[in-house]
């Protein structure tokens, strides 16, 4: 049978989501746990996607098999018996035999967090603590400027070869929290996000918040197909994967 699970994890005590020799990741610690529920017999998870060390996830996805039919509410309540505490499975489907948590997917939302105010050691580990003013305004235009189909290999890894560097962002935004005004998010949803994609487009945007560049240069910046236009990356730590759709 294959299963769909929707889990949420606290990425700061752990090296990234992919399973690595000798490393604490998340994968390795949610296939661990599967393993023992199916009499040691080793089970595999396929995420939507990986996220970086100190990267944290609100409804990430990920399918498995499992040799016998479980029950789906006691097959959540076991894997949250025995998972960490730092890591949640929210819900348990049953999904089609040609389904595929990555593959399947049409869209993936991820959040940024940023703090202009007063360093706060308490959330160190879950938002940006920028600590100084930005220009809102400025970043919300540049934001606008990379809704719909770019070539975004100016924000991607250095080293990362692909196909096609050429992704749709359905929806760029700033949300400002009502209940602080030093606090803001920054949300993009999109067909695809490539390594450190977001945590780039947060640094430029950051650059242009500090008035070193103009939003319209990040059209430039698209166009030079060149990650050493686009300038530095921003923490993992204030980045959430917030979602992932499928039809």
């Not at 661990?32 to 100190?54: C, Q, W």
């Not at 603590?129 to 290999?153: C, D, S, V, W």
């Not at 070869?161 to 700033?174: C, F, G, M, Q, W």
Request: positive net charge; proline residues 2%.
């Amino acid at each position: 049978m294959k299963y769909l699970i929707t889990f949420s994890y606290d990425g700061s005590k752990y090296k990234g989501y992919q399973k690595q020799p000798r490393l604490k990741t998340v994968q390795s610690e949610v296939e661990k746990v599967l393993t023992k529920m199916n009499s040691e017999k080793k089970v595999s998870i396929s995420a939507s996607g990986r996220t970086d060390a100190g990267v944290h996830a609100i409804r990430q996805k990920a399918h498995f098999e499992l040799e016998k039919e479980w029950d789906l509410d006691r097959l959540k309540m076991s894997m949250n018996k025995l998972l960490p505490k730092d890591i949640h499975v929210s819900k348990v489907e049953l999904v089609e035999d040609d389904f595929h948590a990555r593959f399947s997917a049409t869209a993936k939302e991820y959040h940024y967090e940023i703090n202009m105010g007063e360093y706060n050691p308490i959330e160190v580990d879950y938002v940006y603590q920028y600590n100084a003013p930005l220009n809102l305004a400025e970043m919300e235009r540049a934001l606008k400027y990379i809704e719909g189909t770019h070539n975004f290999k100016s924000f991607t890894k250095v080293d990362e070869e692909k196909e096609t560097y050429v992704r749709t962002i359905y929806s760029a935004d700033l949300i400002r929290d009502r209940g602080d005004i030093n606090r803001f998010t920054i949300v993009l949803v999109g067909s695809g996000f490539m390594r450190y994609m977001v945590r780039n487009i947060v640094g430029f945007l950051i650059e242009i918040g500090e008035g070193k560049r103009k939003s319209k240069d990040i059209l430039t910046v698209l166009k030079k197909e060149d990650r050493q236009e686009a300038g530095k990356t921003a923490p993992a730590n204030g980045l959430y994967l917030y979602d992932v759709f499928y039809k």
